[in-house]
């Protein structure tokens, strides 16, 4: 049996976690692409332009050994409070000293799941925004994922306004304590 300090360890190990280069957009499209259904993934233009306008708010997981992102987390600073699904088509609703964070999508490729690293990419994201002086981190998501964003340490506020890529979603949120 591992401790969770053994496993964060052996997550540090394996994975880099830093901001998006310009030169990973490519990936990120990729990946996208593999861990949501057509409906509800980002556009490439789209994941292009938030990485070329907010790249600090892109966490991505490279794996060590081949080099190549494994998982990201990326999102919109606001000074909004509510969700709503213009975030994830305009990247100019981004406001660099937002006191909010939209996340967009959290994404881990298939052969990286099961590893705890959707759960620590989250962590580190949420340590770094706090850091930052940001209040709160909204994000939607499928009834299925309730449970895991509550683990994560988000409230679930119940069903969102959004119809984002025609499917009814949660609304969560988790305060940043200073």
């Known amino acids: 049996m591992h401790s969770a300090m053994e496993n964060s360890y052996d997550i540090s190990e394996h994975f880099e976690f830093r901001n998006i280069l310009p030169g990973e957009a490519g990936q990120a499209v990729s990946i996208e692409e593999i861990c949501f259904p057509p409906n509800e993934a980002c556009s490439e233009k789209m994941m292009r332009d938030r990485i070329a306008k907010a790249p600090e708010l892109f966490l991505v997981a490279v794996d060590r050994g081949s080099g190549k992102i494994a998982g990201f987390l990326n999102g919109l600073s606001t000074e909004e409070s509510k969700f709503r699904d213009e975030f994830f088509?305009?990247?100019?609703?981004?406001?660099?000293?937002?006191?909010?964070?939209?996340?967009l999508g959290l994404d881990?490729?298939?052969?990286?799941?099961?590893?705890?690293?959707?759960?620590?990419?989250?962590?580190?994201?949420?340590?770094?925004?706090?850091?930052?002086?940001?209040k709160e981190v909204f994000l939607t998501c499928l009834e299925s994922k309730v449970e895991m964003y509550k683990r994560m340490?988000?409230?679930?506020?119940?069903?969102?306004?959004?119809?984002?890529?025609?499917?009814?979603?949660?609304?969560?949120s988790c305060i940043l304590d200073p």
Not at 108 to 134: D, T
Not at 162 to 168: L, N
């Open 108 to 134: 881990v490729l298939p052969q990286y799941r099961g590893r705890g690293l959707a759960r620590e990419i989250m962590s580190r994201y949420l340590r770094r925004e706090r850091e930052r002086g940001r």
């Open 153 to 172: 340490g988000f409230q679930d506020h119940g069903m969102a306004e959004s119809t984002w890529g025609g499917e009814q979603w949660h609304e969560m």
């Open 89 to 103: 088509i305009d990247a100019e609703l981004y406001d660099p000293v937002g006191r909010n964070v939209m996340i």
